[in-house]
């Protein structure tokens, strides 16, 4: 009963958007994510003079202010990177406090970055990053400003200010892969990524996957999406309904003339897919759907049932739908100052709208393992 309770709940969900909508399954990529490898301290250096992050004065109190000061090695100006699971990080200074913008000063006229208790749920405490060229900005992930050096300030300290991001050399850094090598491009790319796709989620826009080739349809692997056990006395069959939609409006540019760039528009579903290439939170953020404009006319649901069930045999339905491959990368920001790109050569695979090569209903002797079995029972 469990095995078909996960069929119903997961596998046939999915199945029965397959049929409505446009499903993306990353399949590979030249650039795919393997889990932020970002761990340890490091120096982040400013493109301000090449000053680096300080605590000024390397106090230890909450509260205190963050400056870009001449690099002397202290432990003040040595800062961790601590990333959560959706690509955003804790940023922790020398003493253990985490960074956290504070209120505007009217006195110095700015928002200073200070120093706060961690507490694990303040979102003011998260961070992301964003490439621009080969440095980065860092964002705060509560209201997206940037981590900003005041370059000219009466009391001659370069403090660090919160403000509206405008990728100048004052909000841009660069982090010291020679004082620790985890802070490579590729691991900070990927952990840029991996929030970039949990903005995707809130916001769909902000995100697409540019295909440069697009495959002929083809017959795509089979699923199961319902599995049922005989029982030693045997079944009178089981029965699997999904719903298929025809679009009235397409959401994939389909034709692949040489320097043709098709657009693959993406929303973001929750479905949990086994596909080799990138790493579970990666994957799950990346597979999403894209709904199409339909009317009441436009669906029909068909039943399949797979017939008796013998004593200690399996019934099933599968279904195998017909695909095609997109080759490509994804673009965050697209249209901006700041967009870029990510994951050049990735391979989706696309199911084609309201399109299904074969689906079996029927007894087999063995139990469907959930990625799909041979036709023959």
């Not at 900005?137 to 050096?149: F, G, L, P, Y």
């Not at 909000?171 to 970039?196: E, H, I, P, R």
């Not at 901006?336 to 199911?351: A, E, I, K, M, P």
């Amino acid at each position: 009963m469990s095995r078909l309770r996960r069929s119903a709940t997961s596998l046939a969900v999915l199945v029965a958007t397959l049929l409505s909508s446009v499903i993306l399954l990353p399949a590979t990529s030249a650039q795919a994510a393997t889990g932020s490898a970002v761990s340890g301290e490091t120096v982040v250096r400013s493109k301000v003079d090449n000053r680096v992050l300080d605590v000024f004065g390397g106090n230890a109190d909450t509260g205190h202010w963050m400056n870009a000061y001449p690099s002397n090695g202290g432990a003040n100006q040595k800062f961790a990177l601590h990333p959560l699971d959706n690509g955003s990080f804790l940023f922790k200074t020398h003493s253990g406090l985490c960074l956290q913008p504070g209120s505007w000063d009217a006195w110095h006229r700015l928002r200073p970055v200070t120093q706060q208790l961690c507490n694990g749920q303040e979102q003011w405490q998260k961070w992301f990053l964003q490439p621009v060229g080969s440095a980065w900005i860092i964002k705060n992930a509560a209201d997206s400003q940037c981590m900003d050096v005041v370059t000219s300030h009466y009391d001659g300290v370069k403090w660090l200010n919160m403000w509206p991001c405008h990728g100048a050399y004052n909000q841009l850094w660069t982090f010291d892969t020679g004082v620790n090598s985890s802070f490579s491009d590729a691991n900070l790319k990927a952990l840029a990524a991996k929030y970039g796709m949990t903005l995707c989620q809130q916001t769909p826009s902000t995100c697409k996957f540019d295909a440069t080739t697009i495959s002929t349809a083809a017959a795509g692997n089979p699923v199961c999406v319902l599995d049922v056990n005989g029982g030693p006395n045997g079944n009178p069959g089981s029965t699997y309904t999904y719903t298929e939609t025809k679009a009235t409006s397409t959401v994939v540019v389909d034709h692949t003339s040489t320097g043709i760039t098709a657009t693959v528009a993406v929303k973001v579903t929750g479905f949990d897919l086994v596909d080799a290439g990138l790493d579970v939170t990666f994957k799950q953020l990346w597979e999403r759907t894209t709904t199409v404009s339909t009317s009441a006319s436009d669906t029909t649901s068909r039943t399949y049932n797979t017939g008796p069930i013998p004593a200690n045999k399996w019934g099933a339905v599968i279904v195998q739908p017909t695909v095609k491959t997109y080759t490509g990368s994804f673009r965050f920001n697209p249209g901006s100052w700041d967009q870029w790109d990510w994951g050049t050569g990735t391979q989706l695979t696309v199911q084609v709208p309201s399109t299904m090569t074969r689906v079996t209903a029927s007894w087999f002797e063995t139990e469907c393992d959930g990625k799909g079995k041979s036709f023959t029972g």
